[in-house]
């Protein structure tokens, strides 16, 4: 079962280092200075496009290769309903790429892939209240050296080339995933992914922190403790807990007893429950627990990594676009929650079981270009 944590084999941990040494990507401590009054906006913010990443291969999803490419396929017609999308492919699958992923509304940008994780290998964009627009590079590293990443590290460097953005590198190894904020000052992140030395050896909390709120323009952060090696992200914040608005969030809650994240949901819950945001608002905490009965198929049959998590939609222009799993109760809260939590927004809800086969979802596979 092709998972993202099953994916360690493919690389040389040797190797893997020797390529950030080789490009610079170790953190010096370097801390970013406030040049500019840069801030990343709410993913809810009006945007100018969406980027999906066409990027499955064989030598990684193994016999799953062209249902993830179908998986792609739907979100990205989805989305180009609501949206311009960029599709990020190589060039002898272009045409691939074109017959699944449809071309209204859609531009394909021919580029070397190791894989199809585009919120975590894209360019974290920033903005200015003056309408400048800058691209954050958290010099992605394969999840701490997990798997190979060669071509995937150049992709935020890519977009900010092609979307005009001034290019703004941070001495923090991270990816887009392990980010979450609302747009007007406060983030959640969770401890397990940005204070590990897989990522930023030798940094203490405190200096991760400090680069963080630089970087994206924030005053305050919520830690959540997350769980290291249980996942090949060590726990990624968008399957944990989302804004919907300012003050407002939504939780992961794990309600299978048997599962390693039950304990650790519930001590996110605690820790936002007794929350407040830069502005010292209490936070508001909803609840969406996964499915705990998916779908049967050769997705998530004997798999214990399939990654049925409803928390991981991606909110766009006019539309949320969610996963849902064959669970009919567990699909429909998910629904009426998120229509409540958007109301001027269409809930689409797609299967994506192969990509949650992978581990991830569709906020992982998708990342977005902020109107400015």
């Known amino acids: 079962m092709p998972t993202r944590r099953q994916f360690i084999r493919q690389v040389s941990v040797a190797s893997s280092l020797g390529l950030i040494a080789s490009t610079g990507l170790l953190p010096l401590r370097a801390f970013a200075a406030r040049d500019a009054d840069w801030f990343m906006p709410d993913e809810g913010e009006p945007q100018r496009h969406a980027f999906v990443a066409f990027g499955a291969q064989d030598t990684i999803w193994e016999d799953f290769t062209a249902d993830v490419q179908a998986a792609l396929g739907r979100i990205v017609k989805a989305i180009a309903r609501f949206q311009p999308v960029t599709v990020l492919c190589r060039e002898d699958e272009r045409d691939l790429a074109e017959e699944l992923c449809g071309s209204a509304n859609t531009r394909f940008l021919l580029t070397e892939l190791d894989d199809i994780w585009m919120r975590d290998i894209g360019a974290n964009f920033v903005i200015t209240e003056d309408g400048d627009l800058g691209a954050v590079d958290f010099n992605f590293n394969g999840w701490g050296n997990k798997q190979r990443h060669a071509d995937d590290a150049r992709i935020a460097r890519l977009l900010a080339q092609e979307s005009g953005a001034r290019y703004l590198r941070s001495e923090l ?146 539309a949320v676009i969610a996963p849902q799993f064959g669970d009919r109760e567990a699909d429909r809260a998910a629904l009426e929650l998120l229509t409540r939590l958007y109301p001027t927004r269409e809930i689409v809800q797609l299967d994506i079981d192969a990509i949650a086969a992978g581990g991830g979802g569709i906020h992982c596979v998708t990342h977005q270009l902020p109107q400015v």
């Open 173 to 318: 190894v991270g990816e887009g995933g392990a980010i979450e904020v609302d747009g007007h000052g406060t983030g959640i992140m969770t401890e397990s992914c940005w204070v590990n030395g897989n990522r930023n050896p030798g940094w203490s909390r405190d200096e991760v922190e400090e680069e963080l709120k630089a970087r994206l323009g924030l005053r305050k952060i919520i830690w959540l403790p997350g769980i290291r090696g249980k996942d090949i992200t060590d726990a990624h914040v968008d399957f944990y807990a989302r804004f919907a608005s300012p003050g407002v969030v939504v939780a992961n809650l794990d309600r299978d007893p048997d599962s390693y994240d039950h304990e650790v949901t519930l001590a996110h819950l605690e820790i936002l429950n007794n929350a407040t945001d830069a502005d010292g608002r209490k936070l508001t905490v909803h609840t969406l627990s996964p499915p705990l009965n998916p779908r049967k198929s050769k997705f998530s049959r004997g798999n214990p990594d399939f990654a049925a998590g409803y928390i991981n939609y991606f909110v766009i222009n006019d």
